[in-house]
């Protein structure tokens, strides 16, 4: 039976728990057992789908088409493990199932509560569709003391008496400030979240503190004493330069072996974390740098692009080089063609992003890196904006446009209407429900012979994860295709251009999926890594 690991945040928000699951997964793992991890999301929205960016921070999005919390991301990066649909869930995805339960009389008319049915929804997601694992951790958003987190906090209290102590771990993350007018670290935010977490029936079992400067002993102590706890489950979490650091700063502190012995399973031999050391040191000695302007929508919030920044560090690390990612907002490329920023960049990668704001910024862009060699990377909306510029601009299409920004003359990139996902047909209509209805999830595609594309994945397919509405119209092919634009992927039946490579350049390549969302440190994403080294063989061009 699988061993539950919950892990909750206090004091503030940002603290890294979705760091410390994923870097706990993978100590576990390292020991030899196999795990699972999800996140509990207390906010109402049903999934993060439809929240801005600068709201929610990038969606990540698994095989199975869920719109899921950025955290997951994390998740399968720290330990390879492909996350579902059923790893991420919201207070308001478990409202809408009990009420939909209530609709239907299943609850036999008796009044609906969240005690018991709110909570028994909870449990069930954090036992339901496991395959086996000896761990399952699970991550509570949100902060010990919000309402919103109340009844998670409530069903994982349940969840300790229903399967016992010795089945399931507590772990808090809390914030341990330096004051700098008082020269000294402060631990009482830190017994004021244990005992707010305390309140409601839980006690922890390892405290983990964030924390700027090193806690000296007899302030770990003071923690231990004052929560009930052991000292020596009083955890550092200092700042660190790199996120890959994190596991060997737990495994230092013998995190994994406190884990093993609260469910009295053998730590056997000394895990080999020599591949954790060999990221950390390619990272922090890098043969060389380059650097990639990534002209985007949401560059100002460092989250919106998670996934993104993390793939190019994977591809910095597979030619062992720095990536250095300058944000710029493609807005300002739209009045001002002023491309200075571009001068010293040996690299142009433009993500995917949604409406008509920054979209001429980012087809200026484009035509910057195609006029120019600079190698380019488009994702998403970054292909559909590069496919628009070589129409205006080398096929003559001077109405080129999308229909995403309203009815044009040329549809170059139109809405999607009806798509084929295995045996089924899947279909949308503009006016349909914002959340869950794009092309979302994992789609296999045939990479056309002798492009590069079948160079740099060294295969005849692909299987790579989508979140879009509108797609580039193959009607256009002909056309583009004869002035060089390359139609070097399609989706089975021919009938969606996947990829697009411009002929005679460098490395111009967009893709209308997202590939940064399959990248991990130990497996950098192909793209990336053959966009790092274009980007790098630029740099020694110049």
């Known amino acids: 039976m699988a061993k539950f690991i919950f892990i909750t945040g206090g004091v503030v928000s940002s603290l890294g728990k979705g760091l410390a699951s994923a870097s706990i997964g993978a100590l576990l793992q390292a020991r030899g057992y196999t795990v699972r991890v999800r996140k509990l999301d207390p906010y109402l929205n049903v999934d993060p789908g439809t929240m801005s960016p600068y709201e929610h921070g990038e969606v990540f999005v698994t095989d199975d088409g869920a719109e899921t919390d950025l955290d997951l991301g994390h998740y399968e990066r720290f330990t390879g493990v492909a996350a579902k649909q059923s790893d991420n869930v919201t207070s308001g995805r478990i409202y809408s199932q009990v009420l ?15 005690i018991p049915h709110v909570t028994d929804g909870i449990k069930k997601f954090a036992t339901d569709d496991l395959d086996g694992e000896d761990f399952v951790l699970c991550e509570i958003g949100g902060t010990v003391g919000d309402i919103e987190s109340l009844p998670f906090l409530e069903a994982i209290r349940q969840l300790r008496n229903d ?14 400030p330096y004051l700098a007018a008082a020269g000294e670290l402060k631990t009482k935010p830190t017994q004021h979240s244990v005992k707010e977490l305390q309140g409601v029936g839980i006690r922890p079992d390892i405290i983990i503190c964030r924390c700027e400067r090193e806690i000296p002993d007899g302030h770990r102590l003071k923690i231990a004493q004052l929560c009930n706890i052991r000292s020596e489950a009083v955890i550092q979490g200092l700042d660190v330069d790199t996120i890959y650091q994190v596991p060997l700063d737990y495994h230092a502190q013998k995190v994994d072996e406190i884990v093993l012995e609260h469910f009295d399973l053998p730590a056997g031999k000394a895990p080999d974390l020599g591949k954790w050391h060999t990221i950390v040191n390619r990272l922090r000695e890098p043969e060389g740098t380059v650097n990639i302007v990534v002209a985007g929508k949401y560059t100002d919030h460092a989250d919106a692009y998670k996934s993104l920044a993390e793939a190019l560090t994977h591809g910095g690390i597979a030619n062992n080089v720095r990536v250095k990612a300058h944000w710029v907002g493609s807005e300002q490329f739209e009045n001002n063609r002023d491309f200075k920023i571009f001068e010293d960049a040996d690299g ?11 979209s001429e910024g980012k087809i ?15 994702i998403c909306f970054g292909m559909q904006m590069a496919v628009i510029e070589v129409a205006r601009h080398l096929a003559g299409i001077e109405g080129a446009g999308s229909t995403e920004f309203g009815a044009c003359e040329d549809p170059i990139v139109g809405l999607l209407t009806e798509w084929r996902r295995g045996a089924d047909i899947e279909t949308r209509q503009a006016d349909d429900d914002k959340g869950g209805t794009m092309r979302l999830g994992a789609y296999p595609a045939q990479i056309g012979v002798g492009t590069l594309l079948a160079g740099i994945y060294g295969e005849d397919n692909l299987c790579e994860r989508h979140r879009h509405r509108y797609e580039v119209n193959i009607d256009y092919r002909e056309r583009l295709e004869a002035v060089g634009l390359k139609f070097s ?10 990829v697009v490579e411009l002929e005679g350049h460098p490395w111009f390549i967009g893709v209308q999926y997202h590939p940064e969302l399959k990248s991990k440190p130990f497996d950098p994403h192909p793209l990336f890594m053959s966009f790092v080294a274009a980007a790098l063989n630029q740099s020694r061009l110049v």
């Open 100 to 114: 939909a339960r209530e609709r239907r009389g299943a609850y036999l008319g008796g009044t609906v509560q969240v």
């Open 163 to 176: 399967l016992g102590e010795r089945q399931t771990m507590f772990v808090h993350l809390t914030l341990v």
């Open 348 to 358: 142009i990668l433009v993500p995917g992003g949604f409406g008509e704001r920054g």
């Open 364 to 378: 200026a862009v484009a035509q910057y890196a195609r006029e120019k060699n600079l190698p380019y990377f488009g």
């Open 489 to 498: 992927a399609l989706s089975p039946d021919g009938t969606l251009p996947e």
